[in-house]
């Protein structure tokens, strides 16, 4: 479908115009070469964004909610009990269950940016063969330009020039004149 549409686009804008300049050719490079750019940065910043998420991640678990299980166990524990002794014990325990969870999370961040990039190559892909179309179509035209109007001036050269040519000329101007004056005396005969 985007290819269809990208060689009508062409299509049309070949149609509305009288011809295509060379620099038609360089500036579609140009653009190309921008898009590829472009595609370059999109996926920089979308490891970016995931990085500083993870990060976040990271921050969360070891500012809020490490704290606040630990907080929560102890609370669980009876007033009576003195845990304090063996505190180091439970955190190690619990801990394992919050690096998991952290993990969890990561590696969910980890598939959905796996993701995103995929669909972003996957369009870039697409993207590419359409404008390597349209590249090589402008091309084309701009060298059939070129070649056209390469021939019109070799026949214009070539005709303004020719003796044989300027004779066929003459003669078919003087056959012309004489034409003219049969119609006219014909006219005359008429009347």
């Known amino acids: 479908m985007k290819k269809t549409s990208v060689f009508f686009i062409f299509t049309l804008i070949l149609n509305a115009c009288a011809s295509l300049p060379s620099s038609t050719t360089i500036l579609t490079k140009e653009i190309i070469s921008e898009a590829n750019n472009r595609h370059q940065l999109n996926i920089f910043l979308i490891k970016k964004l995931y990085l500083e998420r ?3 991640v990271d921050s969360f678990i070891k500012k809020e909610y490490t704290p606040s299980v630990i907080s929560n166990y102890q609370k669980l524990l009876p007033s009576t009990l ?8 439970i955190i190690s325990s619990i801990l394992p269950v919050i690096n998991r969870k952290r993990d969890s999370l ?20 697409t993207y590419t063969k359409a404008t390597t179309a349209l590249e090589n179509l402008i091309t084309s035209a701009v060298k059939l330009k070129a070649k ?5 001036n070799y026949i214009e050269e070539n005709t303004e020039t020719s003796p044989l040519i300027k004779d066929i ?16 005396i014909e006219k005359l005969l008429k009347n």
């Not at 003195?82 to 014990?89: A, D, H, I, S, V």
């Not at 940016?113 to 870039?124: A, D, G, P, Y």
């Open 54 to 56: 993870m990060q976040q």
């Open 82 to 89: 003195n845990y304090q002794k063996e505190l180091p014990n």
């Open 169 to 184: 000329v003459n003669q078919v101007n003087n056959s012309e004149k004489e034409r003219n004056k049969f119609i006219a």
């Open 148 to 152: 056209e109007n390469n021939f019109l």
């Open 106 to 125: 990561k590696n969910i961040l980890k598939e959905e940016e796996q993701q995103i990039i995929k669909q972003l190559q996957h369009n870039f892909v």
